[in-house]
């Protein structure tokens, strides 16, 4: 197998990629994993400007010779490309598996809802960091290759409905533009960092009044980390918000899942498995 | 004139009520604002609970002795009453006109959907701090009372198009649910406070990309105010966001408002003035 790294949001080191390559061609000497050089570039908030973002997804996207495209890193910024790339997508990208999180949701759900290519969420090409035991690059990667399910978020093994993990915010985003997908019947399955509970609560309402996303069939919750401190405690925890809310919304809270901005990110294939 | 005065987000203080009853006493002795009590109350993040802040409003709007009701604060909970309160609104409710700001966009928004009373964007009835002129809420007062223009958003004494205004925050988590009125051929202003670049520029993506919003007239940019830092400089500027997203949009990018969560923070009555 063929991966091709591009990074539509935020740029990524070298070291980053050297270090992923280099794992990758110690656990799985006989694939290859190509790092785009635009990964590396930087402009303003962005790793290169929004045409050059665009350029690098869609090479690699169109190019027939990769199997995969792993995104490098999120961290805002994939969004912007979106009405570019979408529709200059060729017969090749429907013969691919895409593969992020976080800001990367965006071209995950915007793909989804043209069924372009298979889905998933999972950790990222520039994730594996220094005490590292590449559990979650193992879990992609295992995935990727050989289809194994050890790395999949443990639900999936048991729930045989359709699923599609998103960043909150991300989600949030979306809704009521036409790049969400559509997720009736799916167990949807959301995570957070970095947002104090008064904007989790405020996205959540969002998530629960959408029209579109009213047919779902259930809501899990990843991990919420890194929540910034308020001036005042918000009085309710997550697992209360996410009674309240899917009560409102009509659609049952199944519990936790294991995603997030953590070591633990497990992979959930968007659809079916 | 009789002004009520409810708080469906956060509490406000016994002082702020005082400071604002003082002013209208000094000013417009002729009429009166009444407190409710609930504005005083506190439960975790907000002014009493969803049930204590929904009854408290619908007490106020449904009193036909009451001729306005003057949002007393915002800082987020005014969404979580939304579905509790807006059916049951009486024909009292809608001889009324509704101002506020901020998180109070979701209630002027819901009504405006609703066409339920009157609404207007301005300065909240517990904003008279210390070292204050009493300008906005002279502004607030003078139009409520006399249908002074003085205090409205320059812009509206020429362009005689419907105008509505909100926080970007808050308009944006209302796309792709019911409560986000209907702002074909209206002139938008958005204004934000403690918001970094990377997120504003994601809320103008989902604005600029939001099916409901295709129609509106244009849109006009009030203040940004108390950015904070980011780890790298966004690599645009406000008017260089806001030409971009317009373009992207296809609305012409009409320039600066004069609202915001500023002393200088115009009245905007939504609709036709």
Redesign the interface.
Known sequence: MRIGVVAPARTVTQVSALRMSAFMALTYPAHEIVFHPQCFMN????AGSDAVRASAFLEFANDPAFDAIWFARGG??S??IL?EVMPQLAPAARNKTYIGYSDMGFMLGALYARRIGRQAHGSMASSMGVDDTGEDAGWVLGWLIDGDKRGLEPSLLTDRRPAAAFNL?IL?????????PDLTDHVLMIEEVSEQ??RI???L??LA????LRGIAGIRLGQVTDVPS?D?????TLEQMMTRWCA?MGVPYLGRAGIGHVRANHVVPFGVI
């Not at 402009?43 to 962005?46: E, I, L, P, S, T």
């Open positions: 402009q303003g908030h962005f805002y910024g969004n912007r009405h915010a949030t985003a979306m809704i009521g533009t036409p790049w969400l509970f008064y609560d405020r996205m309402f969002q009044h959408s029209t579109q308020n005042t405690e918000f009085g309710e409102e």
